[in-house]
């Protein structure tokens, strides 16, 4: 009989994807998003296990099925430096986490995986990750957590920084965990781009004001450049920044890079590339910028593949 889990956050299944591979069944997926769930649900079939629902916050004991692994990359806002940092007393920080307590105090399942920006360890002087770990302990579980870059630990070109928070309710199992080892990264940005020339769209001409600033400053084929409101910024990491939810749509931080054809952004395909997402994964007939939006708050698939063998074989 395999390990059951819940998606939590789920997001376009990223998570989903993971400890499927690792051997685990998903019983429940909760997401608020109409159009992330577009996704996920072109990409998952259901089965009379399974169960969707769409607010964490209605989430009650009858509606939660039994399961082994609680499974949740709940929302980063409120702990990201780009955001309001306003922590647990945002309400999308602070209600959705109390009601994770409870479905782990009132469900008391083995295991959980929580995922979240860097940033969440030093918020308020560290003072709201000190009372999120208490708040889990006293829930019953040991824990542990650490911060892996996708480039460092999943060989994927992405420099993409986050903290893995393990619990297990008991304590000799949590021994038996290990966090994944850093690998070398062998891939190149190239792995993750489009070999042929890609929809007009995508590349930049004179239409934007800033083009001249772009296409004098932008001259490597071989790195992933930023249009920083004002300027050019080149990664040298022989990698992709980190993914965000408003990369492609203006404004800042967009990815951009040159190929035979001129100098263009990613498309929606190469973001989920570099999220290390199958190369058959669908993507459904739905705006680029909700794309972008959609692969920038999801989680490296091959990172939280290695995170979640280690729990199911721990269980």
């Not at 939006?293 to 721990?314: C, M, R």
Request: charged share 25%; net charge positive; aromatic share 10%.
């Amino acid at each position: 009989m395999s390990l059951k889990f819940i998606d939590l956050f789920a997001g376009i299944g990223g998570m989903r994807i993971a400890f499927e591979d690792a051997g685990a069944e998903c019983v429940l997926t909760c997401e608020i998003n109409e159009d992330a769930l577009t996704t996920y649900k072109a990409n998952f079939k259901g089965n009379s296990n399974h169960t969707y629902h769409n607010d964490i916050l209605t989430l009650t004991k009858n509606i939660v099925p039994k399961h082994n692994i609680l499974v949740a990359g709940f929302p980063c806002q409120p702990y990201s430096i780009a955001g309001l940092r306003k922590g647990l007393k945002d309400e999308r920080g602070g209600d959705v986490f109390l009601s994770i307590l409870k479905i782990l105090k009132e469900r008391t399942p083995d295991a959980f995986l929580l995922e979240n920006v860097k940033g969440m360890l030093n918020h308020d002087k560290g003072e709201t990750f000190a009372f999120m770990k208490k708040s889990l302990e006293d829930c019953g579980y040991f824990t542990t957590h650490k911060v892996l870059n996708s480039m460092e630990y999943a060989n994927v070109p992405q420099n993409r920084e986050r903290v893995f928070l393990v619990g297990f309710r008991d304590e000799a199992k949590l021994k038996k965990f290990t966090f994944p080892s850093e690998v070398k990264l062998t891939k190149t940005i190239h792995d993750c781009l489009e070999t042929e020339q890609v929809a007009k769209e995508f590349y930049y001409d004179n239409r934007y004001d800033c083009f001249a600033e772009i296409q004098k400053s932008i001259k490597s084929r071989d790195t992933i450049y930023q249009w920083r409101r004002q300027y050019v910024r080149e990664n040298k990491s022989n990698a992709c920044p980190t993914l965000t939810a408003n990369m492609g749509t203006g404004g800042h931080n967009v990815p951009l890079v040159k190929d035979d054809f001129g100098i263009r952004k990613l498309t929606p395909r190469e973001t989920a590339n570099f999220q290390g997402f199958p190369k058959n994964f669908k993507l459904p007939n739905l705006a680029n910028s909700k794309l972008y939006h959609q692969f920038g708050n999801s989680v490296t698939v091959p990172l939280i593949t290695k995170i979640a063998k280690q729990i199911v074989k721990v269980l």
